[in-house]
């Protein structure tokens, strides 16, 4: 039986359809779910969403959010997410040497800013680190 | 001869100003079909961040409210977020959420400041001596989310710190390219009822909240993470709405002026033409009378 999943992000849907299992960045961890798991609400982390259906497996790069589990549904709120196939590693790379650049100049007194520098770091640097990684094992299995 | 000549040269600028206003409506159009696109994306998230609100209030065992979530007893000061165009040449369609706000400010009793979306919007605030805390002009097009959710951030943060009791969103709903309409809604506190479900627009499905729910870290830190988001989702839903309604009005009021210079250009080339055989016919008489006298000095 399988479990229906659902991502979306402010401005789109950025993955549904029905899969055998969902492991996401959870509060306290990496957690899997499996179709009939308990009720859940929980906050998501920097991370990685795996999605498996049969042998076939989807990759997110998803920057905090919340999920919702039901027996038979998750719903993925998340501030932001892409699929691994989505991520532009060059302009990622850029994105993260603004950030790098905009930390060492020094932003002063502004904590906003220097929040809003930090989390634009973290997340280019969580998508370049999923890029990498995921891509690369993938061309390695279709040799 | 002068006044034929003028009269030329102003049919020829009225079909000109006609050109312009016909590709301006044309543009328009498609940036209406462009911005509506876009406020459909965001009704996914806005529906489903809703519907976790509605359980986490609605559950049972659920007693202490969170502060964005209460009423205050003492209301003292107020804010309008007001979302208006950057440019005009869209008709009435900022004088009348302008118009809308104020009377809104009026009803609420109590000091109010304003935040200005659109550089129209701040001018006028100015012109009227209101106390504008913060504008938030020019933003890029496409509005992406991360454009507006520090807006967001600004209005929970204000509202947490106590300096309002109340924080609204005055903005021009769109319906159809023929239909917009003012609205002012509340942001903070947020009222989560199922009341709110028409005025919002979002489909509410049941909820089984019979299940115990499992709460990771807790519920309220849960509702931290989420109620400042759907303020900021709503923002950016009423902006980008009052965008499309922009399109909208700018494309009526291009559409009228196209007309009005076809009428006028038409009116125009009438005279001109009644000029210009009068012109004929006096010039003819002239030249009949002229060798009328010829003939009868000849004979």
């Not at chain 1, 603004?98 to 520098?117: F, N, S, T």
């Not at chain 2, 359980?55 to 209460?70: A, E, I, K, M």
């Not at chain 2, 304003?114 to 550089?119: C, E, H, L, M, T």
């Not at chain 2, 494309?251 to 210079?261: G, K, L, P, Y």
Request: neutral net charge; aromatic residues 6%; contains cysteine.
């Amino acid at each position: 039986m399988p479990i229906r999943c659902e991502i979306v992000s402010q401005d789109r849907i950025v993955y549904q359809g029905d899969v055998d299992i969902v492991v996401l960045p959870g509060s306290a961890g990496q957690m899997g779910i499996l179709p009939n798991h308990s009720p859940l609400l929980t906050t998501l982390q920097y991370g990685v969403i795996t999605i498996r259906i049969g042998k076939h497996e989807e990759i997110f790069a998803v920057a905090g959010g919340i999920a919702e589990v039901q027996p038979d549904q998750v719903t993925v709120l998340a501030d932001s997410a892409e699929n691994v196939g989505e991520i532009d590693l060059q302009r990622a790379e850029a994105a993260r040497q603004r950030a790098e650049e905009a930390l060492k100049e020094g932003v002063g007194m502004d904590q906003d800013k220097y929040l809003a520098i930090q989390a634009a770091l973290r997340r280019s640097n969580l998508r370049l680190d999923v890029a990498r990684r995921y891509r690369q094992s993938r061309q390695l299995r279709n040799n | 001869m002068s006044s034929i000549r003028e009269m030329r040269l102003r049919i020829r600028s009225i079909k000109s100003i006609a050109q312009v206003t016909r590709a301006l409506e044309a543009v328009s159009a498609s940036k209406v079909r462009q911005a509506t696109q876009m406020v459909n994306a965001t009704h996914p998230y806005a529906e489903k961040a809703w519907k976790v609100l509605l359980h986490l209030v609605r559950q049972p065992g659920h007693t202490s409210l969170h502060p964005l979530l209460t009423e205050r007893a003492k209301k003292q000061k107020a804010l309008i977020i007001l979302v208006t165009s950057d440019r005009g040449l869209a008709g009435a369609y900022n004088n009348n959420i302008l118009r809308y706000a104020f009377h809104a400010e009026d009803e609420m009793m109590m000091p109010v400041d304003f935040i200005a979306v659109g550089r129209k919007g701040r001018d006028l605030l100015i012109r009227r001596r209101k106390n504008v805390i913060a504008e938030f002009s020019q933003l890029p097009t496409p509005t992406t989310f991360m454009d507006v959710s520090y807006l967001g951030r600004l209005v929970v943060d204000d509202y947490l710190n106590g300096t309002y009791d109340q924080i609204f969103i005055a903005f021009t709903e769109f319906h159809t390219l023929a239909h917009q309409q003012t609205v002012i809604r509340k942001l903070l506190p947020l009222e989560v009822t199922y009341a709110n479900d028409g005025e919002g627009g979002y489909n509410v499905t049941h909820h089984r909240a019979s299940s115990v729910f499992t709460y990771e870290p807790d519920d309220r830190l849960i509702l931290d993470q989420i109620i400042p988001r759907f303020t900021a989702i709503q923002i950016y839903q009423s902006i980008l709405s009052a965008q499309a309604s922009e399109h909208a009005a700018r494309m009526v009021a291009m559409r009228n002026s196209t007309d009005n210079a076809y009428e006028l250009t038409g009116m125009l080339q009438l005279e001109y033409n009644k000029l210009r055989q009068s012109m004929i016919t006096s010039e003819l008489l002239d030249i009949v009378g002229g060798s009328e006298a010829l003939v009868k000095s000849n004979s």
